[in-house]
């Protein structure tokens, strides 16, 4: 009786630390998931600041400049983006002009360019009507990206690329164009959204105005 009850004694306390033990991994595992959970709903709130914000700012009537000004307003910080830019095609004058363009921390002047001349990845969206991801600097390299005067002097050149087409059909009326130095930095929920945003613009520009100069 004596010898048994020692080992029993001696084995109660290992029994409580791997108990311990394994309380503890349970409240780290629950502290895991209740982050993840607060991570998601706060992108679910930033997400839905975002369409509200723009469905307050854009309304028909801006000019193609004012709408992308106020789109940039409410989506730059909360997507993290370096660049965006807002760039309507007048496919009867083969022109590509940007209405818009932020790189570098201010918005630059962008020349416009010939829609027939130059396959970059913007050509690629309005040519295929559809959204184009590219994930990382090299896809975007192979995939035809042009670098800008500002990225070729700086060498601070955006990793993840996002282009929508704003309208449908074989003429998109342009595209918008979410950037960041960051690798892969759009989840599919996030272009979901970028894909929203660039809806509510599209609606907001009206025929006449995608001919004209900002």
């Not at 004596?2 to 029993?8: D, E, H, I």
């Not at 704003?166 to 759009?186: C, E, I, N, W």
Request: aromatic fraction near 6%; glycine fraction near 8%.
């Amino acid at each position: 009786m004596g010898l048994f009850g020692g080992k029993s004694r001696e084995q109660a306390p290992l029994r409580q630390d791997e108990r311990l033990r394994q309380v503890e991994e349970e409240n780290r595992a629950l502290k895991s998931r209740l982050e993840e959970t607060q991570e998601l709903v706060r992108h679910l709130d930033q997400d839905r600041d975002l369409l509200l914000g723009t469905v307050e700012r854009l309304r028909p009537g801006l000019t193609p400049r004012e709408l992308g000004e106020a789109l940039m307003e409410v989506c730059f910080k909360p997507l993290g983006l370096a660049c965006f830019y807002l760039a309507l095609a007048d496919w009867d004058r083969d022109q590509l002009e940007f209405v818009l363009y932020h790189e570098g921390g201010r918005v630059r002047q962008h020349p416009s360019r010939r829609l027939s001349e130059r396959a970059g990845l913007s050509e690629r969206v309005l040519a295929s009507g559809r959204a184009i991801y590219i994930r990382t600097m090299e896809e975007g390299q192979a995939s035809g990206s042009l670098l800008t005067a500002a990225e070729q002097a700086t060498g601070l050149i955006p990793h993840s690329w996002y282009g929508v087409p704003l309208g449908r059909g074989d003429r998109p009326v342009g595209l918008v164009s979410f950037q960041s130095f960051q690798t892969d930095a759009f989840s599919e929920s996030r272009r979901r959204v970028m894909d929203a945003l660039a809806a509510l613009t599209s609606t907001c520009l009206c025929p006449q105005e995608t001919l004209q100069r900002p």
